[in-house]
């Protein structure tokens, strides 16, 4: 009828899955269908699967908004990750940004290896160090999990700050001590000599596997926490020049490797004095280099 006024389509997170869910499907975007029911209770300030219970529910202009918003920018690849600010990793969460390389599953091998390491000696003795601590994800769950002193060192300024918001998030504050620089020199002199456990997820990746990488990978996540050099050695290089000097008698390191240059990284770290052992990922990979000394 004339005068009437228009009638809006409704829009529920039902209606929102419908529609967004084939849409970043065209764009490419795997696992769909999760990402837009992490999106939307993400803009909702809810569990993902108190969605289901809420499929019929009314969303208002400014929780369109958000949503539309969230779904544009993960259709353009961007990590849902970083869209939400956070990750689960080792049954906590972490805070991630665009700072800090988000923890992946694999990773959560390198602190399996140090807790069960550490349980086994007393609790004065447990020093340890984290090389590239990024978002804190190794470092933190560690302490989370057995008491411990860590020494954690990253290049990025604006990454320790990302993690040092972790290990207050995750009450864990006093058990760590963060040093900007790069590798072992940034440790100073009133920081200990030698360390019972070294745990590191370098930057592995070569530069001339840039292009394999997916877009949200290659274009969002800093460059300093995935790329080694030309060979993507050059960060096991500079670990390797002074990890036996740095280990205790009786001590390990747990390196993270790229699974095909397993024989390229452990002859770096050859030496006399450390018993190197390849440990694998569920998939049968060597993901972990572990030296005892």
């Known amino acids: 009828m004339t005068g009437e006024k228009e009638i809006k389509p409704l829009w529920t997170p039902l209606k929102i899955i419908q529609w967004a869910v084939p849409y970043l499907g065209e764009k490419g975007?795997?696992?769909?269908?999760f990402d837009v029911e992490t999106l939307i209770a993400f803009a909702l300030k809810i569990d993902r699967l108190k969605v289901y219970l809420q499929f019929d529910r009314p969303l208002d202009g400014s929780e369109l908004s958000v949503i539309r918003e969230l779904l544009k920018r993960r259709s353009q690849n961007v990590?849902?990750?970083?869209?939400?600010?956070?990750r689960e990793f080792y049954g906590l969460t972490f805070k991630v940004s665009p700072d800090v390389l988000i923890p992946r599953p694999e990773t959560e091998q390198v602190v399996e290896e140090a807790i069960q390491?550490?349980?086994g000696i007393p609790e004065e003795k447990r020093l340890v160090l984290d090389l590239g601590t990024g978002s804190g994800c190794i470092a933190l769950s560690i302490a989370k999990n057995v008491p411990c002193r860590i020494w954690a060192v990253d290049i990025s300024e604006k990454a320790l700050i990302i993690a040092a918001e972790n290990a207050q998030a995750l009450s864990v504050e006093e058990a760590v001590r963060w040093r900007n620089g790069d590798w072992f020199s940034a440790l100073n002199s009133k920081d200990p000599d030698q360390f019972q456990v070294i745990v590191s997820n370098p930057p592995y990746i070569s530069l001339n596997e840039t292009r394999d990488l997916p877009s949200e990978v290659r274009d969002f996540e800093p460059p300093e926490a995935l790329f080694g050099g030309e060979t993507g050695l050059n960060a096991y290089k500079e670990l390797a020049q002074n990890m036996n000097k740095r280990l205790i008698l009786g001590g390990i390191a747990l390196i993270e490797i790229h699974p095909h240059r397993q024989n390229a990284i452990s002859e770096l770290f050859k030496s006399p004095d450390l018993k190197?052992?390849?440990c694998r990922d569920l998939q049968g990979l060597p993901r972990v280099?572990?030296?005892e000394k």
């Open 29 to 33: 975007i795997p696992n769909a269908r």
């Open 79 to 86: 990590p849902i990750q970083y869209l939400t600010g956070k």
């Open 117 to 119: 390491y550490l349980k």
């Open 276 to 278: 190197e052992t390849l």
């Open 289 to 291: 280099l572990k030296l």
